[in-house]
C-alpha cells in the first residue's frame, strides 16, 4: 500500500483536540506520525484535513428496493460528500431482520469498496413492533445495532425485551420516536401553518412522549437507546434530563431540523416533506444549541431517497424522506458553521468522533496508528447544489438550487483515495 502526504492543511481532529496547520501522513493505510517516500502528495493549502466523516443514519433500499438506492450507488454518495462510514437503516425493500441479510449488505458494500458500511438490523420481524427479530445472530453477523427506523415500536414490552437484548452484545436500540396514535393522516408539523394551509399536523409530543418513554425504558434496563432525528425542543429537554440523570441515551439531528423550519410547507412542495416533520423556528433554535452544547451526540442526514414520479404526488400523499449525503457537510459549514451558530470543531466533531462513539467504531479520529479514513475539506469552495449530479439515485433535496460553500475535495478510506473533486 502506497504512502500519501497531506501537505499543509488544517488538522482539525476533535477526538484528540488538534487543531494546527500541518502535514499528515499515511503510511499502510494508517495514520502514520512522519513518513519517507509518498507516492502521492496532496496540497492541502487552505483546506480542512478531519477525519473520515461519518453518518450512521442513511436509507439505502436494497436488498429489495434498488430502484431507489443501491448500496453502491450509496456508497458513492456518501464519500462525494465527504463521508466514510455509514450506518444503513434496516428498512430495505426487504427488511434486515436475519443474519444473512446483514452479511448481505456487508458483502455488497465490501464490493463497492467506497465508504464502510455498519448495517442495523430490524428491532422485531418485518418491523411491524411485534415480536423481536433475530437480535443475536445478527449482532454476531456485524450488525451495528438496531432499528425499526421509519416505524416506531409502539409496544413498550417489546421495547423493553429489544434494549435488554441488544444491551448483551453491547449494541445500541436506535429508537424512531413517534407515537402514531398521535401522528395518523399527519402531514406536516402540528401548529398555525398546518392549521392555515389545511394540513393534517403531527404533534411534537408524539416525538418527545416516546423519548421520554425510551429514555425511562433505558434507565430501567441499562440499554443504550439512540434517538433518531430530534426535530422538537420538548424532545431535547427529554434527552437533557435522561443524560444528567445517568441513562445511557444518545441522539443525533438531521441538517433539515437543524436549518429548515415550517414555515417552508408554505408552499406545498414535497421536497419539504419528511418524517419527523420541520418544527417550528423556536424548535430548530432549540435542536441547534443542543447540538451545539453536547445534548444531541451527532449529526445524521437520514438520508432517504425515493422516486421521482413517488415523490412528486400531491402533498398529502408524497413519501416522507429527502436525500442528504451530499449536502450535509455544505449545509452544516454554510449555514450553521458560518453563521456563527456552531464552531468549525464541534461540527466536525459531530460528524466524526460523535457518531463513532455513538456505535462504538473505531474511527472518526486522526490519532497516529488508525486506520486512514480522512476527509479534505474545501471550506471554501462555492457550488450549486443541483440533484441531476447526484451520485444518489434520490434526487429530492430541499436544497435544490441553493449555493453553499464548503465541500469535500478527497476522501480517503483505509489509505484509498475513493472520492476526488
Ligand atoms: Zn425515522
Ligand atoms: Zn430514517
Wanted: aromatic share 4%.
Amino acid at each position: 500500500m502506497s504512502s500519501i502526504l497531506i501537505k499543509g492543511g488544517r488538522i482539525l481532529d476533535p477526538s484528540t483536540g488538534r487543531d494546527e496547520t500541518g502535514d499528515l501522513w499515511i503510511v499502510g493505510g494508517k495514520i502514520a506520525k512522519s513518513g519517507r517516500k509518498a507516492a502521492r502528495t496532496i496540497d492541502a493549502k487552505g483546506m480542512w484535513v478531519v477525519p473520515g466523516l461519518i453518518d450512521i443514519h442513511v436509507h439505502f433500499r436494497e436488498p429489495g428496493g434498488e430502484a431507489k438506492e443501491t448500496i453502491a450507488d450509496g456508497c458513492a454518495a456518501a464519500v462525494a460528500g465527504g463521508f466514510t462510514s455509514v450506518a444503513t437503516m434496516a428498512n430495505t425493500g426487504h427488511p434486515v431482520e436475519t443474519a444473512m441479510a446483514v452479511r448481505y449488505v456487508r458483502d455488497r458494500a465490501a464490493e463497492a469498496g467506497l465508504a464502510r458500511v455498519f448495517p442495523f438490523g430490524a428491532v422485531t420481524k418485518g418491523l411491524r413492533g411485534e415480536e423481536l427479530a433475530e437480535i443475536g445472530l445478527m449482532a454476531k453477523a456485524g450488525a451495528a445495532g438496531f432499528s425499526d427506523d421509519g416505524h416506531p415500536v409502539m409496544n413498550s414490552e417489546v421495547m423493553r425485551r429489544a434494549l435488554e437484548y441488544a444491551a448483551m452484545f453491547g449494541k445500541p436500540v436506535v429508537s424512531h420516536c413517534e407515537d402514531a396514535h398521535l401522528t395518523k393522516g399527519a402531514a406536516m408539523n402540528e401548529g398555525p401553518v398546518a392549521t392555515e394551509l389545511g394540513l393534517r399536523g403531527w404533534p411534537a409530543v408524539a416525538e418527545s412522549a416516546m423519548a421520554a418513554r425510551d429514555a425511562m425504558l433505558s434507565r430501567w434496563t441499562g440499554g443504550h437507546v439512540h434517538i433518531a432525528h430530534v426535530s422538537a425542543k420538548e424532545t431535547v429537554e427529554v434527552i437533557r434530563a435522561a443524560k444528567a440523570a445517568g441513562a445511557r441515551v444518545t441522539a443525533e439531528a438531521s441538517p433539515h431540523h437543524l436549518t429548515l423550519d415550517d414555515q417552508k410547507l408554505r408552499g406545498y412542495d414535497p421536497r419539504f416533506k419528511m418524517n419527523p416533520p420541520l418544527r417550528s423556528a423556536e424548535d430548530v433554535q432549540a435542536v441547534v444549541a443542543a447540538l451545539a452544547d453536547g445534548t444531541l451526540d451527532c449529526i445524521a442526514s437520514d438520508h432517504a431517497p425515493h422516486g421521482t414520479e413517488e415523490k412528486e404526488q400531491e402533498f398529502a400523499a408524497c413519501p416522507n424522506g429527502v436525500v442528504g449525503l451530499e449536502t450535509t457537510l455544505g449545509v452544516i459549514l454554510t449555514d450553521l458553521v458560518a453563521e456563527g451558530k456552531l464552531t468549525a470543531n464541534r461540527a466536525i466533531e459531530a460528524m466524526t468522533v460523535g457518531p463513532a462513539r455513538v456505535l462504538g467504531l473505531p474511527h472518526g479520529t486522526l490519532a497516529a496508528g488508525s486506520a486512514a479514513d480522512v476527509t479534505i475539506i474545501d471550506p471554501g469552495r462555492k457550488w450549486k447544489v443541483d440533484p441531476a449530479k447526484f451520485r444518489s439515485r434520490g434526487r429530492c433535496t430541499p436544497w435544490e438550487g441553493r449555493t453553499l460553500k464548503g465541500a469535500a475535495a478527497v476522501t480517503i478510506v483505509d489509505g484509498r483515495i475513493v472520492f476526488e473533486s
